[in-house]
Structure formats: C-alpha cells, structure tokens
C-alpha cells in the first residue's frame, strides 16, 4: 500500500509532519473525559505526545483525574522511546473499565516529562474531548491516540498500516 497524506486544511496540522521518533510537549488544551455522568479527568495542564503518522497521546496529571477510580492493573509493555509502561483499570458506578489507561513511571530521560501522568484510550469512555470537542479514538485498538478536526491523516491503525 502506498501512502498518500491527506490534504491539510486551514487551521489543521498533519500527523505526517509529526516527529520520529516521537516527543513529548506540555499543552494548555482542555482535555476531559466524562463517563455516566462522572468527570473522570478535566485539566488544562496536559502533556501531549506526537509521533508521525499518529494522532497525539494525551497524558494528564495525577490531581486532574478524580480520585478513587484508577487501579493499577497486571498489564504492562515497553515503547522504544518511553520506556516500560504500566497500565490502569478505571472503576465507575460498580463497572471495571480494564487496561483503560496507561502511565510511564520511570520513563526515559527523553520523556521526563510524562513521569506521574496518566493517558487513557478515549473509546471506552461516553465522552473524550480536547477544548470541548469530543474526540475518535485512533483506530486500531492498540493506540492510545485521540483524533479531533484539527488534525489530517491517514492515522496509523487503519488497515493496511502495519508498515507505516
């Protein structure tokens, strides 16, 4: 399959200009996520990752997720660039949500930056959104990217992007 990046409109960025490997940066951008009526997190004080081909990872900080949900789960697996990764459980209204959300304890020196932050998948969840625009989760199921209309693709995770 050969690529082809999909045109960029005004106002967008391109996951193809992103950097490989990947970084991570702060951002001032609203990130929430909502579930049967409860705010699961809701901060302006995120940390995103881009990587090319990918549409950004969001990775929030520990006092922005409401407390009592996440649970450390058993599940755990290595990025190349950020290091081992442990994953959570997020429990609302007596439902588990398993392997929801993942976090890099001890990351690389590279990505400091994302120590104590968690990210989650946005498809398990009634409502992800970046400055209040709900969000479509990177497809695929593997990556944890969150897609919003400022962004132009393709998005690594679609069929046929193994080799990407």
């Not at 909502?34 to 699961?40: D, Q, R």
């Not at 976090?103 to 989650?120: E, K, N, Q």
């Not at 398990?124 to 897609?147: A, K, L, M, N, T």
Request: aromatic share 12%.
């Amino acid at each position: 399959m050969r690529l082809k990046p999909d045109p960029v409109a005004p106002g967008q960025e391109s996951v193809w200009h992103y950097p490989r490997p990947a970084i991570a940066e702060p951002s001032q951008r609203r990130i929430v996520i909502e579930h049967a009526g409860i705010v699961v997190v809701d901060t302006s004080a995120a940390v995103r990752t881009i990587e090319t081909s990918h549409p950004p990872s969001w990775y929030v900080p520990p006092d922005a997720i409401t407390q009592g949900l996440l649970r450390r789960s058993t599940r755990r697996s290595f990025c190349e660039w950020k290091g081992e990764a442990r994953y959570w459980n997020v429990e609302i209204g007596g439902r588990t949500f398993t392997d929801v959300a993942w976090s890099y304890p001890d990351p690389t020196p590279a990505f400091a930056i994302l120590r104590d932050h968690v990210a989650f998948y946005a498809g398990p969840f009634d409502r992800c959104s970046v400055d209040g625009e709900r969000v479509r989760p990177q497809p695929g199921g593997f990556y944890g990217g969150w897609i919003t209309s400022d962004l132009a693709g393709p998005f690594k995770g679609v069929p046929g992007s193994m080799g990407w």
